[in-house]
C-alpha cells in the first residue's frame, strides 16, 4: 500500500494554490479599494451584468454562505450592491452592481487581468494550454457547470 502524502493530494495542492492566487490578488486590490477576498468576489459575479441571488453566489464561488452574506451586506452598505425582488418569487432578491459597483470593477478589472497574464506568463505555452485543458476537464469531471445552472 502506498503511503499518504498530504503535500502530493491533489485536493490539498489545488486547494492551497488557489488560497495563495486569492491572497496574492487581494493584495492588488484589499487596500486601493478597500474590499476583501469574499467581496471580490461577488463584485466579479455580479459584474457580467446579471442577477444573482446570494445561494447562486455561494454556488458558483465555493464559499461560505455566512461568508457571503457578510460581504453583501459591506458591498450594500457602501452602495455598490443593490437586492431587487425576484419577479417571480415576491419572498426571493436578487442582486446586481449599482452604477458605483460597475465603476468600481471597471477599476478593478485591468488590475486582476494583469495579475493573471503576469502569473500565466510564468508558464511556458504549452503549460498554459495545458493547465487550461486540464482545469476544463475537472470542471467537466465534476459537472460545475452543471450545478451552477442549477443554483440559478
Not at 44 to 62: D, H, N
Not at 108 to 126: F, H, I, M, N, Q
Amino acid at each position: 500500500m502506498a503511503d499518504f502524502a498530504l503535500t502530493c493530494f491533489l485536493p490539498f495542492r489545488l486547494n492551497r494554490l488557489a488560497a495563495e492566487i486569492s491572497e496574492q490578488l487581494a493584495t492588488l486590490y484589499a487596500e486601493r479599494f478597500d474590499i476583501d477576498i469574499p467581496q471580490w468576489r461577488v463584485l466579479a459575479t455580479l459584474s457580467a451584468g446579471e442577477t444573482w441571488t446570494a445561494k447562486a453566489i455561494v454556488a458558483s464561488t465555493r464559499t461560505h454562505k455566512s461568508t457571503i452574506s457578510r460581504a453583501v451586506e459591506a458591498l450594500s452598505r457602501r452602495g455598490l450592491i443593490e437586492s431587487i425582488r425576484a419577479p417571480d418569487d415576491k419572498r426571493a432578491f436578487h442582486l446586481r452592481l449599482t452604477a458605483a459597483g460597475r465603476k468600481l470593477f471597471r477599476q478593478l478589472e485591468p488590475l486582476v487581468l494583469d495579475y493573471e497574464r503576469d502569473l500565466l506568463a510564468r508558464l511556458s505555452e504549452s503549460e498554459g494550454r495545458a493547465l487550461a485543458r486540464g482545469i476544463g476537464a475537472l470542471e467537466k469531471a465534476l459537472k460545475l457547470e452543471e450545478r451552477r445552472d442549477e443554483a440559478l
